[in-house]
C-alpha cells in the first residue's frame, strides 16, 4: 500500500548545527516529494520540494536529496536557528491514487 | 497565489450535533481537494479526496455517512462531521493541489474541533 516512513521522531541539535531528516517511500511511481513544516496549531507550509527527475535541490539553508532506487529522500538544514524549531513532514505524491501520503512527522528542537 | 482558505477555525459543539467546515481556494481552481485529520503531536491522516462534481473517496477506515463531503464549485468544498462525538474531537485540515505544475499542496488554516 502506500506508505512513508519518517525518521526521526524527535530531534535535538545545538543552533548553528546541521539538521538531517529522512524519508522512504513506498511506490516507485511517486514522483514528487514536498516537505512541509509545521509550527503549533497553524497549517503545514510548504518549505522545499523536489521532483522524481532531480537528484538535488537547495534552497538557502535548506536542501532536499532523492535517491529513486531507494525510495529515500532527505531534508537538510544548515546554520539551524531556533526559529527552525517545529514539526516537519515529507510527503509523497501516489501517481496511481493522486493521493499525497505524509510521513509520521520530525520534531526538530533547535537549542540556542 | 494558490490561497486555500477554511473556516471555522475552532467550533465547540455538544454530542450528537452535526459541524460543517468548508475550504475554499480563494485564486486558484480546485478539482480535488484532500481532507487531512490531525490528532496532538501526530501526522496528517488522509480522510478523503474530494472531487469537484463526483463523489467522494474515502480512506480505508473513515466512515462515509458520518464525514459528509460535498464539492459543488471548483473552488469549495465541505466536511460535514454528522452525529458528532467525543472521539471525533481533532484538528481537521483541507488542502488543495495547484501552482504552476499544480503539484503543490496548498492547506487551509484548519479547524479545531471539541466535541462535548
Given amino acids: ?112 | 497565489g494558490a490561497v486555500v482558505s477554511q473556516h471555522p477555525s475552532r467550533v465547540i459543539c455538544k454530542s450528537g450535533t452535526s459541524v460543517k467546515i468548508e475550504c475554499r481556494s480563494l485564486d486558484f481552481q480546485a478539482t480535488t481537494m484532500f481532507w487531512y485529520r490531525q490528532f496532538p503531536k501526530q501526522s496528517l491522516m488522509l480522510m478523503a479526496t474530494s472531487n469537484e462534481g463526483s463523489k467522494a473517496t474515502y480512506e480505508q477506515g473513515v466512515e462515509k455517512d458520518k464525514f459528509l463531503i460535498n464539492h459543488a464549485s471548483l473552488t469549495l468544498s465541505t466536511l460535514t462531521v454528522t452525529s458528532a462525538h467525543p472521539e471525533d474531537s481533532s484538528f481537521y485540515i483541507c488542502s488543495a493541489p495547484g501552482g504552476e505544475t499544480n503539484e503543490k499542496l496548498f492547506f487551509g488554516s484548519g479547524t479545531q474541533l471539541s466535541v462535548l
Avoid: M
Avoid at chain 1, 548553528?16 to 511506490?27: E, L, M, N, Q
Avoid at chain 1, 532531480?54 to 536542501?63: F, L, N, S, T
Fill in chain 1, 1 to 112: 500500500g502506500e506508505n512513508v516512513e519518517q525518521h526521526p521522531s524527535t530531534l535535538s541539535v545545538q543552533e548553528g548545527d546541521s539538521a538531517v531528516i529522512k524519508c522512504t517511500y513506498s511506490d516507485s511511481a511517486s514522483n514528487y516529494f514536498p516537505w512541509y513544516k509545521q509550527e503549533l496549531g497553524k497549517r503545514p507550509q510548504l518549505i522545499i520540494d523536489i521532483r522524481s527527475n532531480v537528484g538535488e535541490k537547495k534552497d538557502q539553508r535548506i536542501a532536499v536529496t532523492l535517491n529513486k532506487t531507494a525510495k529515500h529522500f532527505s531534508l537538510h538544514i544548515t546554520e539551524t536557528q531556533p526559529e527552525d524549531s517545529a514539526v516537519y513532514f515529507c510527503a509523497a505524491h501516489f501517481t496511481g491514487t493522486y493521493k499525497y501520503i505524509f510521513g509520521t512527522g520530525t520534531r526538530l528542537k533547535v537549542l540556542a
